[in-house]
């Protein structure tokens, strides 16, 4: 990704803010000090408030979709020290954490200081050599080669000649950030589908409208079905669609994940997993069925495309046997429940 160009700036010295980085920090630092200039027109920053957005940036991808930030980044384990401690909601607004993390420094200040110790200094590695933090601080202030700031204190204070800059290329230099920040992450995660959608919180989720079709229409012919989970009795346009293994994992609505419940499962399955060795027969039948009479009724349903992510052709998977199409199911779901209970997903049980 190339920045916007200035003859007066060393925007090269800028792009390479994020060249051999082995942890979050500095993606982190980058966005959390820019929404800052650019949302609340300050140029002169505590760490602590920059910090307080790294947290609350993180917060998402850390708690509800569950990435791996690498061993060697401390962001991770601090967050989850600071939900245990303080019973944050894993669904709170950045906003809501920043203002949270800010308001009670006195007792969350420990769990933030180790960010205070090196970031503030190394992100300026590309302007100034590093070698130790006081020789740091003293080239900053003196705004060498440029720099994007000075560092006084526990506080920096943005060189003036990147304030138009950073404002005016506010959208390109945060989406350069998260675009660095999803290729660091996917080689952290190779088996986690979609990682750069897992970066942010979604401000809404697709509509699952057509699956509500595909499934009513299902239930419809048959006349009922009953709940894999509770053994309740479901019918058209009374149940919820659940995704057997969780949104916040697979990132997707794909028909072959779905699957009729009774609403009061989804309050309580939430995004935890289901154990496979209970529930993943009873799931491959229900699909096995319903594609056997859906198919039939509408062979051009585009709907059914999604299962081509399972298996090579909708037709010979429905003409698979009952234990064949469950084999299928199986070679899907075990190596993705393994990978999500490994990035710390936790089992349900009913």
Request: include cysteine; charged fraction near 20%.
């Amino acid at each position: 990704m190339i920045l916007p160009q200035n003859n007066k700036l060393p925007i090269s010295y800028l792009a390479e803010i994020f060249n051999n980085t082995t942890a979050t920090y500095k993606f982190y630092w980058f966005v959390a000090m820019l929404d800052i200039l650019v949302k609340e027109r300050k140029t002169r920053i505590s760490f602590w408030e920059i910090i307080a957005g790294m947290v609350s940036e993180s917060w998402y991808p850390i708690h509800y979709f569950k990435l791996s930030f690498g061993k060697a980044d401390s962001l991770f384990d601090r967050s989850l020290e600071i939900q245990n401690a303080f019973q944050i909601s894993i669904e709170s607004d950045k906003k809501i954490i920043k203002e949270y993390l800010l308001d009670n420094l006195d007792n969350t200040k420990k769990y933030l200081r180790v960010f205070t110790l090196n970031v503030p200094y190394r992100f300026l590695s590309p302007w100034i050599k590093y070698t130790y933090d006081e020789d740091v601080i003293n080239k900053s202030q003196d705004f060498e080669n440029q720099c994007l700031y000075a560092i006084y204190g526990d506080e920096i204070v943005i060189n003036d000649i990147w304030v138009d800059y950073l404002t005016e290329n506010y959208i390109i230099l945060r989406d350069f950030a998260f675009w660095n920040l999803a290729e660091f992450l996917q080689k952290r995660n190779p088996n986690v589908p979609d990682v750069p959608s897992k970066l942010i919180k979604p401000i809404l989720r697709d509509s699952l409208t057509k699956q509500h079709k595909f499934w009513d229409t299902y239930i419809e012919t048959v006349g009922s079905i009953n709940c894999i989970y509770t053994g309740k009795p479901i019918f058209a346009k009374q149940y919820d669609l659940d995704h057997f293994v969780p949104w916040s994992f697979v990132s997707h609505n794909l028909l072959w994940n779905l699957i009729p419940a009774d609403p009061s499962v989804n309050s309580s399955k939430s995004n935890n997993l289901p154990p496979l060795d209970v529930y993943l027969k009873p799931f491959a039948d229900v699909h096995h069925d319903a594609l056997k009479i859906l198919y039939t009724k509408n062979p051009n349903n585009t709907l059914l495309e999604d299962y081509l992510m399972v298996y090579d052709s909708v037709p010979n998977l429905i003409n698979l046997s009952d234990e064949e199409f469950y084999n299928v199911f199986k070679k899907t779901f075990s190596p993705m429940v393994q990978i999500a209970e490994n990035m710390g997903f936790k089992n349900w049980k009913l």
